[in-house]
């Protein structure tokens, strides 16, 4: 299984981005589906997630600009970045709870994607 991971790129502070990451190889099923950041010099942390019935959770600093989406026939998670600040300036990860068989909850792995540059200039 892997995740790929694309969108990231160089834009103006107001500006938008669209991240998407896609599980490919033998996905059965996927749970949670997630975004990470790590600015330089600082932690991982999580930016948002969503559930596979679609419920969805932010950290504050991007509730009301970021949009998590996914499209569960495409194995895809998409983050919709509006107003973007130099404080988004980060490589984003995405991150996904993946089930190669179908056997349950005990069946699921984490994997995490390759990370996608994004740098936002004021």
């Known amino acids: 299984v892997q995740l790929q991971a694309s969108g990231g790129g160089l834009v103006q502070a107001g500006e938008s981005l669209r991240l998407s990451c896609a599980a490919s190889?033998?996905?059965?099923?996927?749970?949670?589906m997630a975004w990470y950041r790590q600015a330089p010099g600082k932690e991982r942390d999580l930016v948002a997630f969503?559930?596979?019935?679609?419920?969805?959770n932010y950290r504050d600093s991007v509730k009301g600009r970021f949009t998590i989406s996914r499209d569960n026939a495409k194995n895809t998670v998409y983050l919709q970045m509006n107003s973007l600040k130099p404080e988004d300036t980060a490589v984003y990860y995405c991150?996904?709870?993946?089930?190669?068989?179908?056997?349950?909850?005990?069946?699921?792995?984490?994997?995490w994607g390759q990370g996608t540059l994004v740098t936002v200039s004021s």
């Open positions: 991150n996904a709870d993946i089930s190669t068989t179908g056997w349950g909850e005990r069946s699921y792995s984490n994997y």
């Open positions: 190889g033998s996905v059965f099923s996927i749970n949670v």
């Open positions: 969503i559930t596979s019935s679609g419920s969805t």
